[in-house]
């Protein structure tokens, strides 16, 4: 398999690996495969992986061969931990990431505003890890290549025929091209996505004329690990500034430059050095990788097209303001992929491949939707807007209002789907669960005693979790008090569940129904309306 | 008589002040500060309590004095 070597982190190529030759090049006919997946960024490693885990053969092929160029992505939600936990990838990232939840807001001198993500005890995940995203690319690889499974790098997908069945693609290696089919194709080759130019498919959204420069920097220093954001700070005449820990003593500095920032000019260090110099207040620090970007806010119409399916990036692009890009991505992944699978299995009809589109539509909508209006505050386009952008700042000192209304970026959570996937509530529920979001985490204990955590009792199966005996169900069942142990009693909380009741996941987690009393009638309606019919 | 409500009231404050971002965009300096004086005036006249409004004036002048607010150009 692929050989991969590790070089010092400033090296710009961290990750190597190379092309081979497989049989399906020296084919007549396209081989054939359950699913094809294009593009190895986090969204098509992660929906590989997972493929793999549930059965599904998958092939991913990937124009590069290494892991490298600057970090982009460093903020890593919960919900995406939770996800890459049951990838069984969360714990090198967790070893090798910051941990944080404490953000503080500054305007000129003094700090407005200070949040804390997740004061609350009792979740396996943090709020957020803060990783460069070359490592968690690299951990993902890593996962994939211990399951064998089928990574071709220099396979680059240059054409794409739709049949009623399947879509084949065109694939362009160091040893010419050769033809490929999937039941199903997997599009995850992020914003540039050749497959949406050659589908033709449309690329909405605004794009933000303020120019932002990026820049990792190594440095010792005695900084806690803490987003620390500034709005017109005295170091920086005007613009916002962004400062965040990463591993290996690396800091995130993005600044804002203004719409006329020349993008060749800025990156250079002669102009770099100086401005960094100026925020930090000494030059004890190496550049590790600078970049100047300007953002969109876009999407496509419809993540699915025939049999070809949009996730990640090639679907839709946010700010980073919110850290929503590679987060929702992977959500996208694990909606889709159990979808997929039960439609390979039989399980369930092509129409659930629709609730994909129905579901990752609205959260792409949601983040676009935060991640705009982030912009819009951090950004302001007009004296009028800097006015009240300013007003806001101001006030928060002692009007709680505005605190609230302080906007430096919406830290991405999971979506909760309005979707018909789920079967409507006719009791009464409190707690913190809701119908489409994920199940909130608990410590619970196995049925053996041994503490576990409660998305880990779930894993990826649709299961039925009871708090006493329920009539036959077909389903999986968890009951509570035999297969698992709620004894702090936190998991009962958080679901509001009172004796009797009876909660319905879906294969992603999140919960489908609930019912105070169930009927065995109820619950397989429920696992029916699960599957789309 | 109520006082000067500074909580958060708002259940979604990003969509209220995407709001206002909204009614000011394309307009220009002068057609803003038009505008918000109208909506001035029209939010006082919702309130209808002198009394709020005073505070309110109180609030605003404090972001002032503390020099924390641009001199509008
Ligand atoms: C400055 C910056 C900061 C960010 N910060 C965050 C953050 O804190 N948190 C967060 O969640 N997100 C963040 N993001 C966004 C995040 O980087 C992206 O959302 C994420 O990389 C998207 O993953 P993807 O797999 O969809 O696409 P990509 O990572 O772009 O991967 C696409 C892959 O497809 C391959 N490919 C492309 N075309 C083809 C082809 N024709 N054939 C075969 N392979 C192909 C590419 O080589 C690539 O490997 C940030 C982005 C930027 C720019």
Known sequence: MAAHTETTPDHRTLYQFGYYRTSDQDAVEPTRYPVVIVGAGPVGLAAAIDLTLRGIKVVLLDDADRIGEGSRGICYAKRTLEVLGRLGVAQPCLDKGVVWKVGKVFFKEAQVWQFDLLPEDGHAMPAFINLQQYYLEHFLVERAIDLGIDLRWRNKVVGIEQGNDGATVQVMTPEGEYRLSGAWVIAADGPRSTLRGLLGLEWRGEIFEDRFLIADVKMTGDFPPERWFWFEPPFHGGHSALLHKQPDDVWRIDLQLGPEADPVDEQRPEKVVPRLKQMLGHDRFELEWVSLYSFQCRRIDRFVHGRVVFAGDSAHQVSPFGARGANSGIQDAENLVWKLAMVLNGEASETLIETYHAERSQAADENIRHSTRSTDFIAPRSPQEVRFRDATLALARSAPFAQRMINSGRLSIATVHDTSLSTPDVDRWNGVAQLGAPAPDAPVEDAHGKPIWFLDLLGGTESLVAFGAVQQVKCPLLLEGRDFHDRRGLLRRRLDASDGAAFLFRPDQHLAARWRKPEATDIAAARRRLRGH | ?73
Not at chain 2, 8 to 26: N, V
Not at chain 2, 34 to 40: E, H, M, P, V
Not at chain 2, 46 to 67: E, F, N, P, R
């Open chain 2, 1 to 73: 008589m109520t006082d000067l409500q500074t909580d958060s009231r708002f259940a979604d404050p990003d969509s209220a002040y995407r709001l206002l971002i909204d009614a000011h965009r394309g307009l220009n300096d002068e057609d803003s500060a038009a505008l918000n004086s109208a909506l001035i005036l029209i939010l006082a006249n919702h309130i209808g309590d002198s009394a709020v409004l005073a505070q309110a004036i109180a609030l605003a002048k404090t972001t002032l004095t503390a020099g924390e607010c641009k001199a509008p150009v």
